[in-house]
């Protein structure tokens, strides 16, 4: 069978900082979708504090922490990571909790 390549061993360059690459998907992408229909079938989650919580908390986290992970990446102090995975994580706290609450009301 033949073995596919990846641009890790096409290209010989320093690729210290695509780790990034990864989580910005992730964060990005999969998890604001993933919000996104459940707060679209679930209509009654949209309203309320914890989905302001939710949003305000997880879209001002995701931008420090892949800023933090390039910084410490680079030696840099870890404070925007800490910051940035704390503020996700209680973002999506929010969600869980409002997902919760959602649930049980049914």
């Known amino acids: 069978f033949f073995k596919q390549k990846t641009a ?7 690729w210290s900082s695509d780790v990034c690459s990864s989580d910005l ?12 229909l459940v707060y679209r079938n679930w209509s009654t989650m949209k309203d309320g504090l914890l989905a302001k919580g939710h949003a305000i908390l997880f879209i001002a986290g995701a931008p420090l922490l892949m800023i ?4 410490s990446m680079n030696n840099v102090s870890g404070t925007p990571v800490a910051l940035g995975s704390t503020l996700v994580f209680l973002g999506v706290f929010c969600f ?5 609450r959602s649930w049980a009301a049914r």
């Open 25 to 36: 998907n992730l964060m990005g992408f999969t998890l604001h979708t993933l919000f996104a």
């Open 68 to 71: 933090g992970i390039v910084l």
């Open 96 to 100: 869980a909790i409002n997902a919760w």
């Open 8 to 14: 890790y061993e096409i290209k010989e360059c320093d």
